[in-house]
């Protein structure tokens, strides 16, 4: 029983009234629902703050092994709302706020979303924090307070615009900062090296300074803690400059120092190669590891514990500078030999790779790398020295090779485990990438295929379906997420309607907001056919928007056939500095404004593009979907986790083999699941060919017209020209073979039509669908972690 339920209502409505007063300085007669937000906040996070000691007095007590999850991003969204329905709080708190004509609705989407990442890397880091939380897993997450999260987005004339993002444009109730948790991290200078022994004379240094969320888990029974570092001047200003009257360079230490945690960078899957991302990457894993050994050193006295005592998991290699630091860290401070202080950093370190693109794989110049970090790079070149005379390897498997410092390879050699994050990514890394690091370190590479948390992704995203659940197998689903097999033995006309009502309501729900914020008014019986990810070619949504083209043009052709009305749904942003993929986006705008404006179709076929895709929309967007689109050429996106929350939300879906796919598809049934396109293989085989698209063009009359239209800027009269880019890239070169799999998306499109419009067998599809996705809970992935890759234990009384 969850003890927060016996609260009273009593009890909330005096401490909200009570923050409302004294904390907010308000009366009620005058609060804004900003005022009410910060109370309820401020109310609900006393609430967890005893979990959250209790968990920290018995990891201390039962001296437990605790995981460090270090990673550049962490998209974690509003708080409030998950907290709430962890702590089990929401009819309390709706009804005390309803007594002063307050909604819990009106108040949690005041929060702004804390978008402290790009996508599905920092999503994945969320769901784990909180499925660790829920699990008892004593954890940190370890990342950067940045003071601008993601871009917003806006369009202008179709075109994607970025402003900045502010979320800390007001005071953040969740954090507590820490001004004694405080590390210099040093930059650039020079080493001297004396009998052996290396001294590091930094000519930077900033201070990282802690700021500490609570993340608490299902029914609030455990509660880590995600630690943020900002970054501030060692030296507030220069005083001697100051006074003297340059003014301005006197603020330059502070304004230096600030720029570490200002900015996120907004590259989705590629390689920034810039200084301050390198600086970044190194204030996060130096701060994170000397409080780690800080926080080791105060429990134990023997450095050797260290890996029976500490995980340490890289999230992607942006922290992989681990590796090096923290030999640094016991040689050059603690004294360790060189030998024994690499054999203790490999026995606390793990890396996650979660992409193949070359693109992504970071590498830094030897140039950069010794001005910026010149220790680091006399230990990455020992480091790399000893991997090759280990493994006899050759050249381009070194660590450092022309020029270069290849982190994958670093984080690969200063790893215990290596995984992949679904099991076809698992497995082409070992065929691939890393074969020859697999043969080298034999039995590194593992798998532990991605999951979401349950609680955000249905619970609170989708309170219709989680009544119609509970309804039919009871309670405690939540975190035991297989129960929802359970839902095929209730199979019945009855079960199926219930699901349809609840789908059929957030799609009322969703078309209200898109009426609201766009003037578009939805159908919604339609087909809610949605695709939001990052834009990305190889995510392939030029695929998607082509056969949407194709789609408007058969209508046209003959309008009283008998139609599967379909509204098509695009959200996500494209790096700033990515033009094809903002080419795209603009495109689908342009086809939206065309198609949407045609009498003759805009009840069949409607396109919709809101802007500003984050977290919040995901979670409405998301339980009002009927079909989920995970079209990515097959061996390009190493899992995907859009992929299953849809499934969680009863939306079938169309897709390649290509990530989690293919384990979705095993558990829901290859019956309930539109396959269609080549094969990673025959990817391989198709790129030899050297006319793919070309040919594939020739072979499809659809697409000819589609191309043809583009090509006479139907879309976009105004300036025709517009899209030839995108023309030229497709007829030539096409990456990412959408011309290769386009006559086969458009087949089994219309299978789904077919099956939409028989609702019984839809119906059926969809139950067997949310039944299949209790292997997709992060719960189950977490727990893969702790007995595969960290050895840690749940602190927890079951
Ligand atoms: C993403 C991958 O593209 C996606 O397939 C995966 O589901 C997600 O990580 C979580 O594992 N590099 N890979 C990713 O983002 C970056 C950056």
Redesign the pocket.
Known sequence: MNAMNTLSADLLRARIAQHLTYTMGKDKAHASTYDWRMAVSYTVRDLIVDSWFEATRKTYEEQGKRVYYLSM?FLIGRILEDAVINLGLHEQIEEVLAEDGMSLMDVVENEPDAALG???????AACFLESMSTLGCPAFGYGIRYEHGLFRQRFQGGRQVETPEDWLNQPHPWEFERPEACYTVPFKGHVDTRDGKATWHPAETVLARAYDTPVVGWQGKWSNTLRLWGAHPTELFDLERFNSGDHTAAAAPEALARTLSRVLYP????DSGKELRLKQEYFLTSAALQDILRRFLSEYDDLSLLPQKVAIQMN?T?PALAGPELIRLLVDVHGLEWDRAKTIAQGCLNY?N??L?PE?LEKWSTWLMGRVLPRHMQIIERIDAEHHAATDCPPDLRIVHHDQVHMGTLAFVMASHVNG??AL?SDLMKQTVFADLDRAYPGRILNQT?GVTPRRWLKLSNPALSQVITETIGTGWEDDLDRLKELTEHDSPDLRAALRRAKRANKVAFGNWVQANMGLTLDPDAMFDVQIK?VHEYKRQLLNVFETIARWNAIRKNPGADWTPRVKIFGGKAAPGYFTAKEIIRLINDVAKVVNNDPLTRHLLQVVYPANYNVSMAQRLIPAADLSEQI?TAGK??????NMKFTMNGALTIGTLD??NVEIREHVGAENFFLFGMTADEVLERYRKPDHARSAIMASQELQDVLQMLAEGRFNPEEPTRYHGLLDHTWNHDPFLVASDFSAFLACQTKVDAAYADTDRWDGMVLRNIAGSGYFSSDRTIRGYMEQVWDAKSLLNR
């Open positions: 991003e790009n996508g599905g890397l920092g999503r994945l590259e989705d899957t590629t992607d942006h996650t979660h992409t693109l992504a994050v679904s990514h991605n990052r990515s996106e190493a899992s995907g986790t859009g990530g989690a």
